[in-house]
């Protein structure tokens, strides 16, 4: 895994004016014994949010193959983790990721491409069922972005850049720019950003509806870490239908959707949590939520 990273070239652009710059990284440093591009723990009052960090700051924090692989690795954990109720992933205050590994792409062929299904397994975070909130500082370009918008909450700090800059390389976005985006921000935005490859900033992004809020640098994570617990704190079990029927609406007609929501709030009459909720209501105290 250490050796697709090993010279792994970030891909962001200086300016609006210049050529994007190809960097060359160093192998990055091992955060503990299973990953070696990533810092992965649990964070909160109760340990209940699980916390990931690209740990590849001197690249940006380029993705690479490992590190998605190493992502996955993590999302799964969590998934399987009962304790855990929410999830945040972010990067530095320079940088979310600032875009994807182009050595590891330049020389693919188009037959290596569509036979390996190239990119597939960089989906993951979309389907995982516990909330995933993006705090995201610094560059998310490219790939960057793609993750960012992968995810269920972006929180950004002042300073932060999105944007899909491909088309200054030749090609089109691979990971969900093109779609994610324009469901998040519009048409004409979104084909302005994928045929120019300018970025926005972290304010355009709010007000385009990209971003959800926006904190200082240095209070960001501490942001997303207090929404995660929030979350954490409700039903997981409840959280995770609510997602997914949150998610129905960008694939069903309103028709669709609403039959779709309908049935999932039947459901939740089936559930422990859905009873000790409305009862700790009317008694005028704290759910205690079991997930079940």
Same mark, same amino acid.
């Given at each position: 895994?250490?050796?697709?990273?090993?010279?792994?070239?970030?891909?962001?652009?200086?300016?609006?004016?210049?050529?994007?710059?190809?960097?060359?990284?160093?192998?990055?440093?091992?955060?503990?014994?299973?990953?070696?591009?990533?810092?992965?723990?649990?964070?909160?009052?109760?340990?209940?949010?699980?916390?990931?960090?690209?740990?590849?700051?001197?690249?940006?924090? *380029? &993705?690479?193959? %490992?590190?998605?692989?190493? #992502?996955?690795?993590?999302?799964?954990?969590?998934?399987?983790? $009962? /304790?855990? =109720?929410?999830?945040?992933?972010?990067?530095?205050?320079?940088?979310?990721?600032?875009?994807?590994?182009?050595?590891?792409?330049?020389?693919?062929?188009?037959?290596?491409?569509?036979?390996?299904?190239?990119?597939?397994?960089?989906?993951?975070?979309?389907?995982?069922?516990?909330?995933?909130?993006?705090?995201?500082?610094?560059? *998310? &370009?490219?790939? %960057?972005?793609?993750?960012? #918008?992968?995810?269920?909450?972006?929180?950004?700090?002042?300073? $932060? /850049?999105? =944007?899909?800059?491909?088309?200054?390389?030749?090609?089109?976005?691979?990971?969900?720019?093109?779609?994610?985006?324009?469901?998040?921000?519009?048409?004409?935005?979104?084909?302005?950003?994928?045929?120019?490859?300018?970025?926005?900033?972290?304010?355009?992004?709010?007000?385009?509806?990209?971003?959800?809020?926006?904190?200082?640098?240095?209070?960001?994570?501490?942001?997303?870490?207090?929404?995660?617990?929030?979350?954490?704190?409700?039903?997981?079990?409840?959280?995770?239908?609510?997602?997914?029927?949150?998610?129905?609406?960008?694939?069903?007609?309103?028709?669709?959707?609403?039959?779709?929501?309908?049935?999932?709030?039947?459901?939740?009459?089936?559930?422990?949590?859905?009873?000790?909720?409305?009862?700790?209501?009317?008694?005028?105290?704290?759910?205690?939520?079991?997930?079940?």
């Amino acid at each position: 895994m250490a050796a697709l990273c090993r010279r792994a070239v970030v891909l962001f652009q200086t300016t609006k004016t210049l050529p994007y710059v190809l960097t060359a990284a160093r192998k990055c440093s091992t955060a503990g014994t299973q990953y070696n591009y990533l810092i992965v723990d649990k964070r909160g009052e109760n340990k209940n949010v699980g916390f990931i960090q690209l740990n590849r700051p001197k690249a940006l924090n *380029a &993705l690479c193959d %490992g590190l998605m692989k190493e #992502m996955n690795q993590a999302l799964d954990a969590f998934e399987n983790d $009962a /304790q855990v =109720g929410a999830i945040i992933i972010t990067g530095n205050e320079k940088s979310f990721a600032a875009g994807a590994d182009i050595k590891e792409m330049q020389n693919r062929t188009f037959q290596e491409c569509y036979g390996g299904n190239f990119l597939s397994h960089w989906n993951r975070v979309s389907t995982v069922r516990k909330p995933i909130i993006a705090a995201v500082n610094g560059f *998310a &370009l490219g790939g %960057g972005c793609e993750l960012a #918008m992968m995810c269920d909450i972006i929180y950004a700090g002042e300073k $932060a /850049q999105f =944007g899909q800059p491909e088309i200054l390389l030749g090609t089109v976005p691979g990971a969900g720019g093109t779609q994610r985006l324009t469901r998040a921000v519009g048409k004409s935005l979104a084909m302005e950003m994928v045929l120019t490859g300018d970025r926005i900033s972290a304010k355009e992004a709010k007000e385009s509806g990209l971003v959800s809020k926006i904190f200082p640098v240095e209070q960001l994570v501490e942001e997303a870490l207090r929404c995660g617990e929030k979350i954490a704190n409700n039903s997981k079990l409840v959280c995770a239908m609510a997602k997914e029927a949150v998610n129905a609406a960008f694939e069903l007609t309103l028709t669709e959707g609403s039959r779709f929501e309908k049935r999932i709030f039947h459901a939740t009459f089936a559930t422990d949590d859905r009873k000790e909720g409305m009862t700790a209501f009317v008694e005028k105290r704290k759910a205690n939520f079991k997930d079940n």
